[in-house]
């Protein structure tokens, strides 16, 4: 089902179903993720209506400013609670297809947590979103020419793919450089029933240590053979 112009269609198998859909390392998951943007707002609490009902607040929203220096006052309410050092900021994101890059990991006992704030010990998966490779124009997408070196792997931050879950937009490309923490009951993290197969977990390995390392392939790796092979197709701009 693959192209013959992508690394996929140098393996024997790439995606596989297994049941049941467990959160388990290189599965195939829904989860609610962040658009990464140059400027994220910043929310600014200017006052409430009433001294003491915390059930709501005015404020303003403008660009966010990485600046230290600049004053926060904290105003107290109970609803949205801001503590010293903290900015409360805004970001759009959606549901989308990702790839589960690590679990998380050793069980931290009870014992060892007891007394302090729970939110310092969420349990949170790593995952890395999947972004429709077809141009949509305005709204997304990606350039031809951008796609066609993605399937080259001539950018180590991305990869392309085909996922086995819809056949609307069958291309996809994988953001490495967009890996982010999801807290899987808050953040939706529903798994599929596929997951990568064994050669294709040995590949996106070795892509993600490249991009990690900022490093070239390993020489004797099966990653590097494909991508050569597929860079040195005669039928390939």
Same mark, same amino acid.
């Given at each position: 089902?693959?192209?013959?112009?992508?690394?996929?269609?140098?393996?024997?198998?790439? %995606?596989?179903?297994?049941?049941?859909?467990?959160?388990?390392? %290189?599965?195939?998951?829904?989860?609610?993720?962040? &658009? +990464?943007?140059?400027?994220?707002?910043? +929310?600014?609490?200017?006052?409430?209506?009433?001294?003491?009902?915390?059930?709501?607040?005015?404020?303003?929203?403008?660009?966010?400013?990485?600046?230290?220096?600049?004053?926060?006052?904290?105003?107290? +309410?109970?609803?949205?609670?801001?503590?010293?050092?903290?900015?409360?900021?805004?970001?759009?994101?959606?549901?989308?297809?990702?790839?589960?890059?690590?679990?998380?990991?050793?069980?931290?006992? $009870?014992?060892?947590?007891?007394?302090?704030?729970?939110? &310092?010990?969420?349990?949170?998966?790593?995952?890395?979103?999947?972004?429709?490779?077809?141009?949509?124009? @305005? $709204?997304?997408?990606? @350039?031809?020419?951008?796609?066609?070196?993605?399937?080259?792997?001539?950018?180590? $931050?991305?990869?392309?793919?085909?996922?086995?879950?819809?056949?609307?937009?069958?291309?996809?490309?994988?953001?490495?450089?967009?890996?982010?923490?999801?807290?899987?009951?808050?953040?939706?993290?529903?798994?599929?029933? %596929?997951?990568?197969?064994?050669?294709? $977990?040995?590949?996106?390995?070795?892509?993600?240590?490249? &991009?990690?390392?900022?490093?070239?392939?390993?020489? @004797?790796?099966?990653?590097?053979?494909?991508?050569?092979?597929?860079?040195?197709?005669?039928?390939?701009?």
């Amino acid at each position: 089902m693959f192209p013959d112009d992508c690394i996929q269609y140098l393996t024997d198998s790439w %995606w596989e179903e297994k049941r049941p859909p467990r959160r388990e390392r %290189w599965r195939l998951v829904r989860a609610y993720t962040r &658009h +990464v943007t140059s400027a994220p707002y910043e +929310v600014t609490l200017e006052g409430r209506k009433e001294a003491r009902d915390h059930s709501g607040a005015d404020f303003t929203i403008g660009a966010f400013r990485a600046d230290p220096r600049r004053p926060v006052t904290p105003l107290p +309410v109970a609803g949205i609670p801001v503590y010293p050092g903290e900015r409360l900021t805004l970001n759009k994101g959606k549901v989308r297809p990702a790839l589960i890059i690590a679990t998380p990991g050793t069980i931290i006992e $009870q014992k060892v947590r007891a007394g302090f704030p729970k939110g &310092h010990y969420v349990p949170t998966f790593l995952v890395a979103p999947f972004y429709t490779a077809k141009s949509t124009g @305005s $709204q997304g997408g990606f @350039s031809r020419e951008f796609v066609r070196r993605v399937k080259c792997c001539e950018y180590t $931050q991305c990869f392309w793919d085909m996922l086995p879950l819809t056949d609307e937009h069958p291309g996809s490309i994988l953001r490495f450089d967009q890996l982010q923490a999801v807290e899987p009951d808050i953040c939706s993290l529903q798994s599929t029933e %596929w997951i990568l197969s064994e050669e294709a $977990q040995v590949i996106l390995h070795e892509m993600l240590l490249r &991009h990690l390392s900022q490093n070239e392939l390993d020489p @004797s790796g099966f990653a590097i053979q494909a991508v050569e092979e597929i860079r040195n197709r005669p039928d390939i701009p």
